[in-house]
């Protein structure tokens, strides 16, 4: 009956599937493309289809044993449309060459169509190699709303989520990196961590889907603010109050429970337990907060899986906010609105510093915290830079590992550019240190298929 059913799957896949051609920038060359529409083809709220673009024939190695028919029939049963981009083995495809074509895609993706498809999601849609599935919407923490108070009529509280990219049946446990979303979901905006026009296609931004081209998986959570960034107010307070805030304990909750669940799910599809976490603007003040290794039992006795570690084993830190008291510090080097809401929230910072030491990430950072790698522009606001800067020098005093990675590009963005990305990657691997060990903890998942004889790791 199984051997029916998915004779009867592959029959529909190729009713289905439409040839195309796209022209990379990395090979230089139109690339075969192959669209598959599901039968039973998955939505966004918008009626937009949610859609991958699965990256096959790299030069780097494929993590994932699965044949790749098998991969795609997959993704297509769980009601994806699946773009299939063939690089044929091209040398160029590999790490961090291949994060160009990834920026495009992207664009092409926020802009809703790509190899002749349209009406593709621009926030419901994911760039994979070829190897990885999908975990998506994995549920990592409860929601409080009486802590942002908005919007109004939201008083049961939804569940926070992140999406997980894997290899399926993994030759060998490998590591993961997660970002938290610098685009906010909220109640009636939900699953917006990968809206494309607010995160990586609005920022070029390809450091967290080109993770597999250097053996790493990589994970995107909501944002522990589940509320318009700009919005939010105390209770009895003026709405926009909590405007560009993320409060303690609620942040660092979430942040650790979702670190918790990564780690928990990435055991059971045979991934390794090592986490690095990367953060650019708000998505790096959250990041900040799994940084410090401290034990706050009003941290860590919340959410899910509390009998597993939220540690990480490095990190990659962009612009943002890590210590509060900083914003009183030098007045041509704070930002004004928080300059003016934090007294509003928390009194004078001379009467009141526990407060405002308490909302920020730098606090329960102590000699065994993760190592960072610091990354921003001179030509971004100067409160950034102090913001680093003054991080930079608890790191030394601590005797912590850092490294800095500084006018890569122009104001307030990511790096993107090969020599970047290279010492960005590395950074990652000098610490997760990918395992050569078989998985363990696999769900009745069978390795499958054989390694292409050109594969390399990048």
Known sequence: MKKCYVMISLLMACLLAQAATWNSAVTGTALSCKVNEAARPLKDAN????????????ACEKIGQNP?????????????RVIEVDYAGHPKAISPDINMDIIRINDALNAGSFAGAS???????????????????VAYY????????????YTDGDSLYMDIAY???PSRAIPTIISFSYSNSWHGNEHKRLFLGYTFAMFDDSFLQAAPAVGMAWAIADHPKYCDWGQGKPQGGANKDLGSFELNPDAARKVKSAIRTLRAKAKEVGMSGKIGIYGFSRGSTAAALSVGEKYVADFEEAGLHQDISSEV????LGPGVFDYTLVYDDNTKGDESLESRCAKLWGALTEN???????????????NAAPVLFFYNTSDEQYYQHQSKSFQALLTEKGVDYELLVDYGQGHSV????????????????????????????????AKGKRRPFARRC
């Open 142 to 153: 409860k929601d409080d709303p009486s802590v942002y108070n908005w919007p109004g009529g």
């Open 167 to 169: 290899p399926a049946n």
């Open 313 to 316: 084993q490095v990190a990659a």
């Open 119 to 137: 009406n593709i999601s621009n926030y419901r849609s994911y760039v994979l190699f070829e190897g990885y599935r999908l975990m998506r919407d």
């Open 415 to 446: 790096p993107k550019d090969t020599a970047s990305l290279t010492k960005m990657y590395r950074f990652f691997g000098k610490y997760l240190q990918p395992s050569s060990e078989k998985p363990s903890g696999l769900k009745s998942l069978k």
């Open 47 to 58: 009626g937009k289809y949610m859609t991958i673009v699965y990256l096959e024939n790299l």
């Open 68 to 80: 790749l028919s098998e991969d795609v029939q997959y993704l297509l049963d769980q009601g994806y």
């Open 353 to 367: 510093r526990a407060a405002w030491e308490y909302n920020g990430a730098v606090q329960w950072v102590g000699k």
